[in-house]
């Protein structure tokens, strides 16, 4: 008998081409969910899945004014969009926005858990509600958008979760304590279910943006800013469009074999 080399492995039997075409990057066919896709770096992200393709749903909270805007031009992409007004730190008001949702689009192939906030103090001046806040939208939020969608991905066989992180979520932030451990658990989370989803078809990865121009980053002190852009060596802040070409790619089919990485996009403010 032949000794088993790599020569002598059966392929697996595929219908898939050798390499990657065009449709391989694209997201029609795909709907897609994006929680706090209202402003900044959710509604680039939004209108990007759009462009590529992809019918999307939104959620928003306090501007969902802005939303309609997005809805809006979406629907001009020739693309069906619906948003959803909700607080996502309440379990509850999140089941009955997928609920809603999916009532528009049954299938919701791809959720992008971009909401989050901020609530910055020092640690010794930082309160259990500053604490308990930040924790109830930027991480739990992720757990019940998340809980509501990948057994629909799974059943089905395809899926993608891409998560917004933060560069805070892996190097820490003066003031952040609450943020740098919801965003540090935000990447463990999706470590833990890449794990138990693989199989299923359905990817799940994070982005870890450094700092973007959004009205988060309006809210750092000047002085603040200024050492970020020092410690950057692209020497400016991300646009959200930026951040969204990363979860483009990670939606698409052809990010197929990536699962449970944490992607930086960071203009090389932290390296590893
Ligand atoms: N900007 C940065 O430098 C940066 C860096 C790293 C990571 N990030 C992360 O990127 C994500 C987007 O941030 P951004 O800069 O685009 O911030 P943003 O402009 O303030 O947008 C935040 C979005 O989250 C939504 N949201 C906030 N609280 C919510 C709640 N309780 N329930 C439902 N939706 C809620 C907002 O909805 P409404 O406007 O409708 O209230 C808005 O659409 C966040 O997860 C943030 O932590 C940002």
Same mark, same amino acid.
């Given at each position: 008998?032949? @000794?088993?080399?790599? =020569?002598?492995?059966?392929? &697996?039997?595929?219908?898939? @081409?050798?390499?990657?075409?065009? /449709?391989?990057?694209?997201?029609?066919?795909?709907? $897609?969910?994006?929680?706090?896709?209202?402003?900044?770096?959710?509604?680039?992200?939004?209108?990007?899945?759009?462009?590529?393709? !992809?019918?999307?749903?939104?959620?928003?909270?306090?501007?969902?004014?802005?939303?309609?805007?997005?809805?809006? /031009?979406?629907?001009?992409? #020739?693309?069906?969009?619906?948003?959803?007004?909700?607080?996502? !730190?309440?379990?509850?008001?999140?089941?009955?926005?997928?609920? $809603?949702?999916?009532?528009?689009? &049954?299938?919701?192939?791809?959720?992008?858990?971009?909401?989050?906030?901020?609530?910055?103090?020092?640690?010794?001046?930082?309160?259990?509600?500053?604490?308990?806040?930040?924790? $109830?939208?930027?991480?739990? #939020?992720?757990?019940?958008?998340?809980?509501?969608?990948?057994?629909?991905?799974?059943?089905?066989?395809?899926?993608?979760?891409?998560?917004?992180?933060? +560069? +805070?979520?892996?190097?820490? #932030?003066?003031? /952040?304590?609450?943020? $740098?451990? !919801?965003?540090?658990?935000?990447?463990?989370? %999706?470590?833990?279910?890449?794990?138990?989803?693989?199989?299923?078809?359905?990817?799940?990865?994070?982005?870890?943006?450094?700092?973007?121009? %959004?009205?988060?980053?309006?809210?750092? @002190?000047?002085? !603040?800013? /200024?050492?970020?852009? =020092?410690? %950057?060596?692209?020497?400016?802040?991300?646009?959200?469009?930026?951040?969204?070409?990363?979860?483009?790619?990670?939606?698409?089919?052809?990010?197929?074999?990536?699962?449970?990485?944490?992607?930086?996009?960071?203009?090389?403010?932290?390296?590893?």
């Amino acid at each position: 008998m032949n @000794p088993t080399t790599i =020569e002598t492995i059966p392929l &697996p039997e595929t219908t898939e @081409p050798e390499y990657v075409r065009m /449709q391989d990057w694209s997201l029609h066919g795909r709907t $897609a969910l994006v929680t706090g896709g209202s402003r900044g770096i959710g509604r680039a992200i939004a209108l990007s899945l759009a462009s590529l393709g !992809a019918d999307v749903a939104i959620t928003c909270y306090t501007g969902c004014k802005f939303a309609d805007d997005v809805t809006a /031009q979406i629907k001009d992409f #020739g693309r069906r969009s619906t948003s959803y007004s909700h607080d996502i !730190a309440h379990p509850a008001e999140v089941e009955k926005m997928a609920r $809603a949702i999916e009532s528009v689009f &049954p299938a919701i192939d791809i959720v992008v858990n971009n909401a989050g906030i901020t609530r910055d103090r020092t640690f010794k001046k930082m309160t259990y509600d500053m604490w308990h806040g930040v924790l $109830a939208v930027n991480l739990t #939020g992720v757990f019940s958008v998340t809980r509501c969608f990948i057994d629909g991905m799974a059943d089905r066989g395809w899926g993608r979760v891409v998560n917004i992180s933060s +560069i +805070i979520g892996e190097a820490g #932030g003066f003031g /952040q304590a609450n943020y $740098a451990a !919801a965003k540090a658990g935000v990447i463990a989370l %999706t470590k833990t279910l890449a794990i138990e989803y693989a199989r299923k078809g359905v990817t799940v990865n994070a982005i870890a943006p450094g700092f973007v121009s %959004t009205r988060m980053t309006a809210e750092v @002190p000047e002085r !603040a800013m /200024q050492s970020v852009l =020092e410690r %950057t060596p692209v020497g400016r802040l991300a646009e959200p469009r930026e951040i969204a070409a990363a979860v483009s790619f990670l939606s698409s089919p052809a990010a197929s074999y990536i699962t449970g990485h944490v992607l930086d996009v960071n203009g090389g403010m932290l390296m590893r």
